[in-house]
């Protein structure tokens, strides 16, 4: 069995390493130092992260493709990409702990009025702020997918008032449920500190603009650790700037790495991470990549197959 990894990462070995471990009988091929002489044909399955486009079209045989990241945005864009066999996501323990990490401690910082601490020691002044109860602090998830779910049960946990949006209703206890273009208004408008957690797709690009940031009430704050896409930047800015919006966490961006001299970089009410809010770990993704493997060989169905047409 072969599985070709094709990444703009250079994490191969460790990889190699991991994934082998699981399925010693793998033959674990990288893209392009071993394309020299291969039978391309003889490829089952390529585990990929952003592929010059047209290179997975060149392997006529492949069972199915397995992404590196838990969105496929950065797969999807190439448009010679194969779409008549499973393109699977990730899903993966370690990548949802971290990102529930981020999430929870962004929330926190935000409820806590921890960057007004921050200014107040600069300034050298001592002075309480309000504790306000979670249960009244209203937190929205865009997106309750893998990620924002567990993100989601762990605020629960800490009592916030949470409410989420999808495509389609949810039914988690204790979380609001708003879904579809119709219910985002009334998300917004209840929403003081907004997390996305959607993946980048047509219908998403642009998501978080001068009008859905006008909805949420003045002083919300925004964490987004989806994609930079979901952003219209200027529009961002130009919140923060009239004090609409009171703080962003920004853990992605439309160009990365965000390029020297942006805005954001020195922004008061910015906090910045560079694409690091949850990072594939592959010594636990590689168990998960290899049980999606190891099913596809007993004739079962893979876990987590993209919907192409949702485009996530
Ligand atoms: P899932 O596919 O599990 O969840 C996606 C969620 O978004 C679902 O609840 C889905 O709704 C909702 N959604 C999708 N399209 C729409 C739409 N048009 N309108 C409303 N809701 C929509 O994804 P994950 O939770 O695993 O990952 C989410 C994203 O997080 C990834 O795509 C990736 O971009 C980002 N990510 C960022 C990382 C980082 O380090 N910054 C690391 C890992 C991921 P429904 O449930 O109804 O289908």
């Not at 460790?14 to 392009?32: A, G, I, N």
């Not at 199915?64 to 190439?78: E, Q, T």
Request: some cysteine.
């Amino acid at each position: 069995m072969k599985l070709i990894f094709v990444s703009a990462e250079d994490r191969a070995e460790d990889w190699r390493h991991h994934l082998t471990e699981q399925l010693p009988d793998l033959e674990f091929l990288v893209w392009p130092d071993d394309a020299d002489g291969l039978d391309f044909a003889s490829v089952d399955y390529a585990l990929a992260w952003k592929p010059p486009v047209g290179v997975l079209k060149q392997f006529p045989n492949l069972k199915a493709i397995l992404s590196l990241g838990a969105g496929v945005d950065g797969l999807l864009i190439d448009p010679e990409l194969p779409t008549d066999i499973p393109l699977c996501r990730l899903v993966d323990r370690s990548l949802t702990q971290g990102m529930t990490e981020y999430v929870l401690y962004h929330v926190i910082h935000y409820h806590r009025h921890m960057a007004e601490y921050a200014a107040q020691q600069k300034a050298g002044q001592w002075k309480a702020l309000p504790q306000e109860d979670p249960r009244r602090r209203r937190v929205g998830l865009l997106g309750l997918g893998e990620l924002a779910g567990d993100a989601a049960d762990k605020l629960r946990a800490l009592e916030f008032d949470l409410a989420s949006w999808s495509r389609l209703p949810k039914d988690m206890a204790g979380v609001t449920s708003f879904h579809g273009p119709d219910g985002l208004d009334a998300f917004l408008a209840r929403t003081q500190i907004l997390v996305c957690l959607l993946p980048l797709t047509e219908a998403t690009r642009g998501i978080i603009n001068a009008g859905t940031l006008a909805k949420l009430p003045a002083g919300a704050f925004l964490i987004n650790c989806a994609r930079g896409g979901h952003v219209v930047d200027d529009d961002l800015l130009a919140a923060l700037d009239a004090g609409h919006i009171a703080g962003a966490t920004l853990d992605v961006f439309n160009e990365e790495p965000l390029p020297a001299g942006h805005p954001y970089w020195t922004h008061p009410k910015v906090i910045l991470t560079p694409h690091t809010a949850s990072l594939t770990l592959s010594h636990t993704a590689a168990e998960y990549v290899a049980g999606n493997i190891r099913r596809i060989e007993a004739g079962e169905a893979p876990l987590n197959v993209v919907d192409l047409g949702a485009g996530y």
